[in-house]
C-alpha cells in the first residue's frame, strides 16, 4: 500500500516524474497527462460533494474512489503482472462500468425525454456535474490518445466514457428531476 511519510522528494524538480512502476517520464507525458486528469477530475467532484447530500453523495464519494482506481490504472504502463512487483498493478474491472450504468439507469428512469440540449446549469450542484461532466470527456480524450500508441486497460477507458453520462444524467437529477434544467434555444438570440 502507499505509505507517505514525505510529501516532497525533489525528483521532479528537473521536469520529471515517476510512473507507478518507477519508469521517469517528463511530466507532460500523454500518461501523466491521462492520469492528471483524471485527479484533476476528482478534485471537481470533491467541489460537487460540497452541494451535495444523501445518495448523490454517496455516489459521488464512490465515483472519487473510482477515479483513484483509475489513477492507478492508468499510471501503469505494464498491462501485465510484473512478477517483481510487490502487489499487482490495480486495474479498473467492468464491474465498475456495469455498476455506473446501472445507476445511470435508475437516474434516468426518474427524468422526462429531454427535448432540447441542456445548457449547463440551474442548481449548483448540477452547474459542478456539468464541469464533471466536460472534464471526464476531456480525461477520456487523453487516454484514448494514450491508447493509439500504448496499452492501455480497456475498462479504464469504458469507465471514463460511462462516467460522463453518468454526470449528465446526475446533473439532470440535480435540476429537480429535470423539471428545473435549462434548456438550449437554438438561434435565440439572433
Known amino acids: 500500500m502507499v505509505v507517505l511519510s514525505k510529501i516532497y522528494t525533489r525528483t521532479g524538480d528537473k521536469g520529471e516524474t515517476a510512473l507507478g512502476?518507477?519508469?521517469?517520464?517528463?511530466?507532460?507525458?500523454?500518461?501523466?497527462?491521462?492520469?492528471?486528469?483524471?485527479?484533476?477530475?476528482?478534485?471537481?467532484?470533491?467541489v460537487a460533494r460540497l452541494e451535495a447530500e444523501g445518495e448523490m453523495d454517496v455516489a459521488l464519494s464512490r465515483i472519487q474512489n473510482d477515479l483513484f482506481d483509475l489513477g492507478a490504472d492508468l499510471c501503469?504502463?505494464?498491462?501485465e503482472k510484473d512478477a517483481t512487483a510487490?502487489?499487482?498493478?490495480?486495474?479498473?474491472?467492468?464491474?465498475?462500468?456495469?455498476?455506473?450504468?446501472?445507476?445511470i439507469d435508475a437516474m434516468n428512469a426518474?427524468?422526462?425525454?429531454?427535448?432540447?440540449?441542456?445548457?449547463?446549469?440551474?442548481?449548483?450542484l448540477s452547474a459542478h456535474l456539468?464541469?464533471?461532466?466536460?472534464?471526464?470527456?476531456?480525461?477520456e480524450r487523453l487516454a484514448v490518445e494514450l491508447a493509439a500508441?500504448?496499452?492501455?486497460?480497456?475498462?479504464?477507458v469504458k469507465y471514463l466514457n460511462r462516467l460522463s453520462d453518468w454526470f449528465f444524467v446526475a446533473s439532470r437529477i440535480a435540476n429537480d428531476d429535470g423539471r428545473a434544467d435549462v434548456l438550449w434555444v437554438p438561434g435565440a438570440n439572433r
Open 110 to 124: 426518474r427524468l422526462e425525454p429531454l427535448r432540447s440540449f441542456v445548457l449547463p446549469g440551474g442548481s449548483k
Open 76 to 79: 501503469r504502463p505494464d498491462m
Open 86 to 103: 510487490e502487489y499487482p498493478p490495480l486495474r479498473m474491472v467492468e464491474s465498475q462500468v456495469v455498476r455506473l450504468e446501472a445507476e
Open 21 to 46: 512502476n518507477g519508469t521517469r517520464v517528463k511530466k507532460y507525458d500523454p500518461r501523466v497527462e491521462a492520469y492528471g486528469t483524471s485527479d484533476e477530475l476528482n478534485c471537481f467532484v470533491g
Open 130 to 139: 456539468h464541469v464533471c461532466r466536460t472534464v471526464a470527456r476531456r480525461a
Open 149 to 156: 500508441d500504448e496499452a492501455v486497460n480497456e475498462a479504464a
